[in-house]
């Protein structure tokens, strides 16, 4: 098929599809171009397609150009300048050099405040509440810590709810 071609089929189908692509994009022309073009290339791909099969693309087309943000107008951006580097703590035979490295920007004694002080809260709470602040320092997502713990979630929401304000009491003062 050639591109006089495909632009004559797009051309026949674009009109049925006109009511479909207006009411997906809500009055957004950026969209509506989007789901044009989503058209077009599933015409590309196959002159004969179906019209589930095109709606599909265009959908999702419009889906991930609503996420990323990414659309015909605007190019994806390169990433030629990032410089990865690796961090292993299991190469270090002691722990005091992982520490030094993760918080080589604070001077020791700031660091050893910060250490004394985190600990002195840490044991002024109870164990539900240090279990939960460790769960949520190891990054576990709510959810998570509710059925690890095997706690009601309400019960989780006002643990939760009473440890913020001593956070913040001890931290501030």
């Known amino acids: 098929m050639n591109i006089r071609e495909l632009q004559q089929a797009y051309e026949n189908r ?8 207006y009411k997906q994009t809500s009055n957004n022309d950026d969209l509506r171009q989007e789901a044009c ?3 077009w290339r599933g015409l590309l791909k196959d002159p004969e397609a179906t019209d589930g099969f095109l709606m599909n693309r265009i959908r999702w087309r ?5 996420k990323s ?36 920007n604070q001077p020791l004694d700031e660091q050893v405040i910060a250490k004394i002080d985190t600990e002195r809260f840490f044991e002024s709470l109870d164990d539900t509440e240090q279990k939960i602040v460790l769960y949520k320092l190891l990054g576990r997502y709510d959810r ?26 001890y931290f501030s003062a």
Do not use: T
Request: with cysteine.
């Open 69 to 104: 943000s990414s659309s015909v107008d605007k190019p994806h951006k390169k990433r030629a300048d990032v410089k990865i580097l690796r961090f292993h703590p299991q190469d270090f035979e002691n722990e005091i050099f992982v520490e030094f490295f993760e918080n080589n």
């Open 14 to 21: 674009i009109n049925d599809f006109r009511g479909f692509i």
């Open 144 to 169: 998570d810590i509710v059925c690890e713990m095997k706690m009601p979630f309400k019960r989780y929401v006002k643990v939760k709810r009473e440890l913020k304000p001593k956070i913040v009491e």
């Open 62 to 66: 419009m889906r991930e150009v609503w």
């Open 37 to 39: 073009l989503a058209m």
